[in-house]
Every structure is written in C-alpha cells, then in structure tokens.
C-alpha cells in the first residue's frame, strides 16, 4: 500500500485514477510516497525520507522547492497540455471580443435599463457596436505547442487563414497540426501579414517583451492582439502606443496591467485561461498517472526536475536509481550489479541537465534486497536507490 498525500483539494476525477486497493490517499498523512499538490507553497515543507515524488497538477512548479528535491532523489513532476483546451478555448472568445465589440455592447446595454423608449435607444445606438467577422480573415499563432496547435487547427474549422511560428516545433506538434497551417519562417513574416494575432510562448530570458515597440511598427495596421501567455511577453507602453497610433485595433490580455487597465480598447481578462472545471479535472487526473506510473514502475513522464525516462517492465525485477549526471555513473551502478552476481535484462539511462536517472530489469533480485541498495546508495553522486518491484 502507498500513501498519497493531498496538500490543496484533487478533483475526485484525478483521485479515482489511485485505487483504493494500492493507494491511502488523504491531507493527512504523515510517511507519504507521493504528493499532489496544486498551489500550495512547499517551500517550508521538511521532505521526509519516504517521499519518492511529487505531482503538480498544473503546469507552473514554482509553488515547488524543485532543485533541493531533486538533491533527495525526490521527482517533481507538473501537467503540461492538461490545460490547453481550456485556453484554446478563451483564444477563440478572444477573437470574437476583439471583433465584435461583445464586452462594450453588453456594457452600454446595461445602462439602457429602466429606458422607456429603450428599443428604439438599442436600434439607434447599435451602430457603434458593429465589428468585422473572422471567417476568411487572417490569423498568426505564435507559438505551436500544446496551446498554439489546438488554436491553429480550431481556428481553421472557424474558416480563417492560420499562419504559424516556432522555431523548435516538436514531433508531436508536427503530427498534430493541420497542413493547411501555413507555417512562417520568422515572426516579422507573421505580424505583416495577419489580422489576428495571438502568443502561445513560455516566458523567459528570451522572450521577455517579445512584442516591443520595433516588432509592433511592422504588423499590419489594424491587428487585433491576444495575450493569454504571459504578462512579461508585451512592453506595455509599447502595446499602448500602438493602440493610440491604430497600429493595433485591438489588445486582449489575460494579464491585468496598470498601464493597460481600462485603456480604450484593451480588453483584460483575470487570467481566466484555464479556469474550468474540465482543466482542473484533466491535470488532476495527468497528476495522478504519471505519480501511480512512477510509484508502481519507476517511469518518468513529465518530470521538470529529471529526465523523462519509461521502458516496459520486463516482469522479474526492476530497481532505480536516481543520480548526478557525472562521468562514469553508468559504469559505477552496472559494477555493483555485476559484484553482485545480478544478470541485467534491460536498462535505460537518460539525463536532463545535472541529474540523470536508470532503470534496470533483471532476471532475479534472488536475496540481495539490503546489499544491492546498500552499495548503490553509498557511491558517490547517487541521491535515491529503489527496489520498485519484483514480479
Ligand atoms: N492564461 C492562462 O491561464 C494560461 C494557462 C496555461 C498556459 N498559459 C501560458 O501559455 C504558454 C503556452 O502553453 P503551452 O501549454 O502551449 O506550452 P508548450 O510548451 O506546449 O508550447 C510552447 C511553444 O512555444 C514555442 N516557443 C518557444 N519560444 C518561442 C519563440 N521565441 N517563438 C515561437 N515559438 C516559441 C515552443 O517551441 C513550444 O512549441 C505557457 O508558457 C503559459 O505561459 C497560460
């Protein structure tokens, strides 16, 4: 049996995927093999020796102490894609509000309440409310990933053109996205050309205000630009002077903004992304797979701390071992097996940065349980040795 513990609420959606048969899951356990967690800050939280690992629902870890885990062999693990429907989803509203004016016409309706000649107000008034449909128009999606792919292929069902970017798409991406996305070969080709724009980009050191002033002077005149990204990836102050000058018609943001709030034409969302049910359900449910997978079998699928790292179970034996990703550390391990006279049937090793993680299956651990874990824990540069099954 392995104790699960639960530091914020799981959706039961993600909790039913640990059967009660293996799993005690509960906010109260004391020896946990694993944790889910949503936002609850683990910072100050003392990791006892029998943790193995910890699942983010969610895709952001930094709720999570990652690198002083990972020192414990302690794998954090988070939810990539889980929520991308949801914001695939607030991309679509996103276009549709930056066209048609829903927000301030639902506004100015309102305060036509108590009117006695409101329907003649209405058909009066309606005119200024009146906006462009997307169907035929042009749209650039920067950034094919899990959102950006989703985007893409929906706004193509939606009848609009769909010019994409990224310069590291993934094999998955490219399975994933439709061919009639016209793919572009820098983001200056993107923003000439389209009349909707949208960021599905991480931010980092390289993308921080990646929509500054100078990339602005080349859109199209006119544009509409969505941000359900990050705050981090648009110069305010840029975005705001494009709106004045008409560069942009319209600016759609999950990411409120001081400089930004309640500007003319600027739509601000409270980063509602991936606030559904069905999100938070999903990434429970992913959180919960990839702890039950690992406990069980060792694997390691959307670890943000090791690499990912799966190999079927051959059905004998299986021991891990969790380690730096020093020189000879492969040929360190298999030594201890050989002394110990195991037979090795499969193995797989793969690193990620400074840590690096093998599986091993072998015929029979016969009754070298104590010794073999023993020695492995003892050499230099491995921070976590398990015996994760035989059978
Ligand atoms: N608003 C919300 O609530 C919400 C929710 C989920 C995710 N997000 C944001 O959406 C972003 C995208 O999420 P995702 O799940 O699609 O991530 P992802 O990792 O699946 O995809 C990101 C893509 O961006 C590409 N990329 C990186 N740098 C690029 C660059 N300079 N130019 C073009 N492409 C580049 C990568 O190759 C990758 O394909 C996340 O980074 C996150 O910040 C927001």
Same mark, same amino acid.
């Given at each position: ?16 995927k *640990?059967?009660?048969?293996? =799993?005690? #899951?509960?906010a109260?356990i004391?020896k946990p093999d694993?944790i889910i967690?949503r936002s609850?800050?683990?910072h100050d ?11 983010r ?6 709720n999570i102490? #990652?690198d002083?885990?990972a020192?414990?062999?302690v794998?954090v =693990? ?5 929520? /991308? ?9 996103? !276009? *549709?509000i ?9 506004e100015w ?10 329907d003649?107000?209405i ?9 462009p %449909?997307?169907?035929?128009?042009? @749209?650039?999606v920067?950034g094919l ?10 706004a ?7 010019? &994409?970017?990224?310069p ?6 490219a399975w994933?996205?439709?061919?009639q ?6 983001v200056?080709? $993107?923003?000439? $050309? ?5 960021i599905?980009?991480?931010q980092n ?7 500054? /002033? ?7 005149? &006119? ?5 359900l ?11 705001a002077?494009? @709106? ?6 319209? =600016? ?7 400089e *930004?709030?309640?500007?003319?034409? $600027?739509?601000?969302l409270?980063h509602?992304?991936a ?13 919960a797979? %990839?702890?039950?997978? =690992? ?14 790292c ?7 034996a299986?021991v ?12 360190s391990?298999t030594a ?5 006279n !195991?037979?090795i ?7 990620k940065?400074n ?5 091993i ?7 070298k349980?104590d010794? *073999?874990?023993?020695?492995?824990k ?14």
């Amino acid at each position: 049996m392995y104790n699960i513990l639960t530091l914020n609420a799981i959706s039961p959606k993600g909790l039913e995927k *640990l059967p009660g048969e293996q =799993f005690a #899951v509960s906010a109260d356990i004391t020896k946990p093999d694993g944790i889910i967690v949503r936002s609850a800050d683990m910072h100050d939280y003392s990791i006892p020796d029998t943790l193995l690992a910890i699942a983010r629902a969610g895709a952001g870890t930094n709720n999570i102490p #990652v690198d002083s885990c990972a020192e414990k062999g302690v794998v954090v =693990f988070n939810t990539p894609g889980a929520n /991308a429907n949801a914001v695939k989803e607030l991309v679509i509203a996103s !276009l *549709l509000i930056s066209s048609r004016k829903i927000t301030e016409a639902a506004e100015w309706t309102k305060t036509l309440k108590g009117q006695p000649d409101m329907d003649k107000l209405i058909e009066g008034g309606k005119k200024k409310y009146a906006g462009p %449909e997307i169907i035929g128009k042009k @749209l650039g999606v920067i950034g094919l990933g899990a959102i950006g792919v989703l985007v893409a292929n929906a706004a193509l069902a939606l009848g609009m053109e769909v010019v &994409g970017y990224d310069p590291f798409l993934s094999v998955h991406s490219a399975w994933h996205i439709s061919g009639q996305v016209s793919l572009a070969k820098s983001v200056d080709e $993107v923003v000439s $050309v389209c009349d909707y724009i949208t960021i599905h980009i991480p931010q980092n050191e390289n993308t921080k205000k990646m929509i500054d /002033a100078e990339l602005l002077k080349k859109f199209k005149k &006119g544009a509409r630009l969505i941000n359900l990204s990050r705050g981090g990836l648009i110069d305010p102050a840029a975005v705001a002077d494009a @709106l004045d000058e008409g560069i942009l018609n319209k =600016f759609v943001t999950d990411f409120a903004d001081n400089e *930004l709030l309640g500007k003319e034409n $600027v739509i601000t969302l409270p980063h509602l992304g991936a606030s559904t049910p069905e999100s938070e359900e999903n990434c429970a449910a992913m959180a919960a797979v %990839e702890l039950k997978n =690992f406990i069980e079998y060792g694997n390691i699928k959307n670890s943000v701390n090791f690499p990912n790292c799966e190999t079927p179970y051959t059905g004998k034996a299986r021991v891990t071992v969790a380690h730096k990703n020093i020189p000879n550390m492969v040929g360190s391990i298999t030594a201890i097996f050989a002394k110990e006279n !195991l037979n090795i049937d499969n193995m797989i090793n793969k690193s990620k940065g400074n840590w690096a993680y093998t599986i091993i299956d072998l015929d029979t651990l016969g009754d070298k349980h104590d010794s *073999l874990i023993k020695e492995l824990k003892e050499l230099k540069g491995v921070v976590k040795a398990r015996i994760v099954r035989e059978n």
